[in-house]
């Protein structure tokens, strides 16, 4: 069954992590009050975005979610709703994403001229290894990496997890869509609720994530 994972409730709650999150730089305070944390797919010039500032993040935890409660946090207090995550190049010219520490450049922009990839669907895993089922394919979802499935030819494609006690969705393209983003866990047991005691056994979960979470779960996992 679809869920929906709202996380705004975290962030402004108080966790102890080993990631250091700081505002490095503010050039100015943007005017919008967009509400999301846009993930830019390409560095803007002065004339599509106004430069604010940068955030830098040090040293690696896997509490994602309180990391990007700080990175919103500090974005916000200058009036960001977007950013750019710049990659240093090696001594060869490649570029490679360090988790231990990285940058990312905070802009103000027009919301409605920020880059959106329509009929696209993310299937992201920040757990352990895990199996998904993508129509009759079968897929290793690795660790901390996430699956991009264009659904622009609209056909219908069935995406499922786990057995007989896993999740199924079915997805489908259709004119104007926005991009969706989907959250997969493998097998997890889960106490139900007081009014139904007992124990909830599940082979595989897939849950909706919130927009501006999952860009950044985008930008610092691998695709897969």
């Known amino acids: 069954m679809r869920k929906f994972l709202y996380i705004y409730i975290l962030l402004y709650s ?4 080993s990631q250091t999150v700081y505002l490095t730089e503010a050039k100015s305070i943007g005017n919008n009050k967009d509400k999301f944390l846009y993930a ?10 106004h430069y604010l500032g940068k955030i830098e993040v040090s040293d690696f935890s896997n509490n994602d ?21 710049k990659l240093p190049e090696s001594i060869d010219g490649k570029t490679q994403f360090n988790p231990n520490h990285y940058t990312l450049y905070i802009y103000d922009a027009d919301a409605s001229k920020i880059q959106k990839n ?19 394919k079968k897929v290793k979802l690795l660790t901390r990496s996430y699956i991009k499935i264009d659904l622009s030819n609209n056909d219908i494609t069935d995406v499922s997890v786990g057995k007989f006690l896993g999740s199924r969705i079915k997805l489908q393209g259709k004119k104007g869509q926005q991009e969706q983003y989907f959250q997969i866990f493998g097998k997890k047991v889960s ?5 139904n005691p007992g124990i909830n056994f599940k082979t595989g979960d897939i849950v909706g994530l919130e927009k501006s979470f999952a ?5 610092i996992y691998k695709e897969n």
């Open 14 to 17: 108080s966790f102890c992590f």
């Open 40 to 49: 830019l797919q390409k560095e803007p010039d002065s004339t599509e975005a």
């Open 65 to 85: 979610v309180a990391v990007f409660g700080e990175i919103y946090k500090k974005a916000k207090s200058v009036s960001a709703n977007c950013y750019y995550l």
């Open 118 to 136: 329509e009929n696209t669907v993310y299937l992201i895993n920040p757990n352990k290894d895990v199996d998904v089922r993508i129509n009759d």
């Open 191 to 195: 106490a139900n609720s007081p009014s």
């Open 215 to 219: 860009n950044f779960l985008i930008t």
